[in-house]
């Protein structure tokens, strides 16, 4: 059974900083692509950043420069590192899983980031 487990959400001041981490177990980890999606009350869910087996990095334009993911195939785990956040990153953020392999996708059940003074 596959499982995506987010933990780091919470509660910034606005200039602040958050890591994020999801932690993985049930599927051959290093051989998916991760990313972190988000989502705000009302909005679609958009991708944030992804890194790819290989550790190709990609990210949206409102985050560049300011969030980092990384990985550790060691240790099933993904992170976020979200730092100058401002109140427009408030939304549930949700790790994914996907393999080009196989076509699969795992999501996890998310975790709140609050973005306020």
């Known amino acids: 059974q596959v499982q995506l487990v987010e933990s780091g959400g919470g509660l910034v001041q606005p200039g602040g900083s958050l890591r994020l981490s999801c932690a993985a177990s049930?599927?051959?980890?290093?051989?998916?692509?991760m990313s972190w999606y988000r989502q705000a009350p009302g909005n679609e869910r958009n991708r944030v950043a992804r890194?790819?087996?290989?550790?190709?990095?990609t990210y949206a334009d409102s985050v560049k420069g300011r969030f980092t993911i990384s990985r550790d195939n060691a240790k099933s785990t993904v992170y976020l590192q979200m730092n100058s956040l401002k109140p427009d990153d408030t939304a549930e953020y949700y790790c994914?899983?996907?393999?080009?392999?196989?076509?699969?996708?795992?999501w996890g059940q998310g975790t709140q980031v609050t973005v306020s003074s």
């Open positions: 994914n899983a996907y393999r080009v392999a196989t076509d699969r996708t795992y």
């Open positions: 049930g599927l051959a980890f290093s051989s998916y692509s």
């Open positions: 890194i790819t087996s290989d550790g190709t990095t």
